[in-house]
């Protein structure tokens, strides 16, 4: 039987019972995390727990267990049997549960808290083929930088990408390419590595965070710098980052071949980098 957190205990998955006035069911009121599990360690636990932090204070929502989350995310690998296999662990806290209202309830209730572990195969495949994904205008609110779980225009848009046999759906705002429905995307253009610098309209992925580290380290040169929809032409690499997907490259966007329709050089040593060091966490 799964065993998930759920306000500070640990209970059998079927058995939780979530309020129907709850905000998160109401109005999308909460946050988010994912962190994935390399068999013996969580890749860059501390900057998912400052991201966390971060959503929480934007959305005013005050959860004072959030430094607890590594610990409650290493008893549900082992409740659930998981800590010898790739898994993952999804965190959701909403403001709580009270009559619906528009503003926030007064007094303030108390965060509902949730997480739940799965044992996660990762597509090794499409890593090394890569992917072609669509372009489409990005219809989402202007706090993308909120890892909210208000995530109806990600879902449409993703799912339209999968209707037609695409692996990702890649935003353009005000003529500049943004990210994806659930990933951040770079490219490269004469050598030099882009990407869309943070701000409201992106979130700020922990593994786009490490992989532009590891472009530095690797001398790559780096520009935080939006690319224009009308530059496709230009771009001769691209790929895209989560926590699930880690590098996979792009070889199609928009029904653009990029470069030479594969894996390019600058993608293939990124991925290899981003890959030796998760081989040396792992000793």
Not at 61 to 86: G, H, M, Q, V, Y
Not at 89 to 109: C, K, W
Not at 180 to 190: Q, R, T
């Given at each position: 039987?799964?065993?998930?957190?759920?306000?500070?205990?640990?209970?059998?998955?079927?058995?939780?019972?979530?309020?129907?006035?709850?905000?998160?069911?109401?109005?999308?009121?909460?946050?988010?995390?994912?962190?994935?599990?390399?068999?013996?360690?969580?890749?860059?636990?501390?900057?998912?727990?400052?991201?966390?932090?971060?959503?929480?204070?934007?959305?005013r929502?005050?959860?004072?267990?959030?430094?607890?989350?590594?610990?409650?995310?290493?008893?549900?690998?082992?409740?659930?049997?998981?800590?010898?296999?790739?898994?993952?662990?999804?965190?959701?806290?909403?403001?709580?549960?009270?009559?619906?209202?528009?503003?926030?309830?007064?007094?303030?209730?108390?965060?509902?808290?949730?997480?739940?572990a799965?044992?996660f195969?990762?597509?090794?495949?499409?890593?090394?083929?890569?992917?072609?994904v669509?372009?489409?205008?990005?219809?989402?609110?202007?706090?993308?930088?909120?890892?909210?779980?208000?995530?109806?225009?990600?879902?449409?848009?993703?799912?339209?990408?999968?209707?037609?046999?695409?692996?990702?759906?890649?935003?353009?705002?005000?003529?500049?390419?943004?990210?994806?429905?659930?990933?951040?995307?770079?490219?490269?253009?004469?050598?030099?590595?882009?990407?869309h610098?943070?701000?409201?309209?992106v979130?700020?992925?922990?593994?786009?965070?490490?992989?532009?580290?590891?472009?530095?380290?690797?001398?790559?040169?780096?520009?935080?710098?939006?690319?224009?929809?009308?530059?496709?032409?230009?771009?001769?690499?691209?790929?895209i980052?989560?926590?699930?997907?880690?590098?996979?490259?792009?070889?199609?966007?928009?029904?653009?071949?990029?470069?030479?329709?594969?894996?390019?050089?600058?993608?293939?040593?990124?991925?290899?980098?981003?890959?030796?060091?998760?081989?040396?966490?792992?000793?």
């Open positions: 039987m799964e065993t998930a957190y759920f306000n500070g205990n640990f209970l059998p998955k079927d058995e939780i019972k979530i309020s129907p006035d709850d905000r998160g069911f109401l109005f999308a009121d909460g946050i988010y995390e994912v962190v994935r599990w390399y068999e013996g360690f969580f890749y860059d636990m501390n900057s998912h727990i400052t991201r966390l932090k971060r959503s929480l204070r934007e959305l929502i005050n959860w004072p267990d959030a430094d607890s989350f590594p610990t409650f995310a290493n008893d549900l690998l082992k409740l659930n049997k998981l800590e010898n296999r790739p898994a993952m662990v999804y965190l959701q806290v909403t403001r709580g549960a009270a009559r619906r209202s528009h503003s926030f309830p007064p007094p303030e209730v108390r965060p509902t808290s949730y997480a739940y799965w044992a195969i990762p597509d090794i495949q499409l890593k090394e083929t890569g992917i072609k669509m372009l489409k205008e990005d219809i989402r609110w202007s706090r993308c930088d909120i890892k909210s779980v208000a995530l109806l225009p990600n879902t449409l848009s993703f799912q339209e990408a999968c209707e037609n046999g695409l692996k990702e759906c890649i935003f353009v705002r005000n003529g500049l390419i943004t990210e994806g429905s659930h990933s951040n995307i770079f490219f490269v253009i004469d050598g030099t590595l882009f990407t610098p943070e701000s409201n309209h979130l700020s992925g922990i593994t786009r965070k490490n992989i532009l580290r590891i472009a530095q380290e690797s001398g790559i040169r780096i520009r935080e710098e939006a690319v224009q929809e009308n530059r496709i032409r230009f771009v001769r690499e691209a790929f980052t989560n926590t699930s997907a880690e590098v996979t490259p792009v070889t199609e966007l928009g029904g653009n071949t990029i470069g030479e329709g594969v894996p390019g050089p600058v993608t293939r040593l990124i991925r290899d980098k981003f890959e030796s060091e998760i081989k040396a966490f792992k000793g």
